[in-house]
């Protein structure tokens, strides 16, 4: 079945030799300058597989472009992907950024398609992410790892009143994060991104 929303024209084109290792290395440093898969990773939200779940979900996406299809590659699955990989971490995001890593990714693919490699290099260049606020929370999980039950580590980023609710960097505490308050403009401001909607709501085929 096939996932709505944009898509690349026609069936899925295929990565030379050449360019698959520099789109392979492409998506490890999407990835690394995701804040809010960084802070899974670092507080072990899934325990000490943390880091391994994270590199599955770097070889999941690799995958998922560069396995020959009859079908075009549509944003919306890859959104799909991402979140799966989130949730293997124990990790929930409300705040747009499976969106705008998404499309990053769909725009770096279409580049490397024509021996483009000019998102590479600028994030080659632009070295790692600084730190960001953003509205996630760890999802709840009979298996959490014990320092995010009993607050010995980095007791400051934990928000008072909630169990598991985490923000990055924020200045001041933050209220509950839910569908309600989320806010509507790209909080990552830092890195140059902007939102982008989802349209996994919309144009769904059957």
């Given at each position: 079945m096939n996932g709505g929303g944009d898509a690349q024209n026609g069936p899925a084109?295929?990565?030379?030799?050449?360019?698959?290792p520099v789109f392979n290395e492409g998506v490890y440093l999407i990835l690394s300058r995701w804040s809010a898969l960084q802070l899974a990773i670092e507080e072990e939200w899934a325990g000490r597989r943390s880091r391994q779940l994270a590199d599955h979900l770097a070889s999941d996406i690799f995958s998922w472009f560069t396995q020959p299809k009859a079908e075009p590659l549509y944003i919306d699955d890859l959104e799909n992907?991402?979140?799966e990989g989130m949730l293997s971490l124990n990790c929930e995001i409300d705040d747009g950024s499976v969106e705008e890593v998404a499309e990053k990714l769909m725009i770096m693919h279409e580049e490397c398609l024509e021996g483009d490699y000019s998102s590479v290099e600028k994030l080659r260049r632009a070295g790692p992410a600084a730190g960001t606020q953003q509205h996630i929370r760890q999802a709840s999980n009979d298996d959490?790892?014990?320092s995010s039950e009993?607050?010995?580590d980095d007791e400051g980023d934990m928000m008072p009143g909630s169990r598991s609710n985490m923000a990055v960097d924020s200045p001041v505490p933050q209220p509950k994060a839910s569908s309600e308050n989320m806010p509507n403009e790209s909080q990552m401001e830092d890195d140059g991104w902007t939102v982008v909607?989802?349209?996994?709501n919309k144009g769904r085929r059957n």
């Open positions: 084109k295929q990565l030379t030799a050449e360019s698959l992907v991402l979140d959490n790892d014990d009993d607050g010995s909607s989802s349209n996994r």
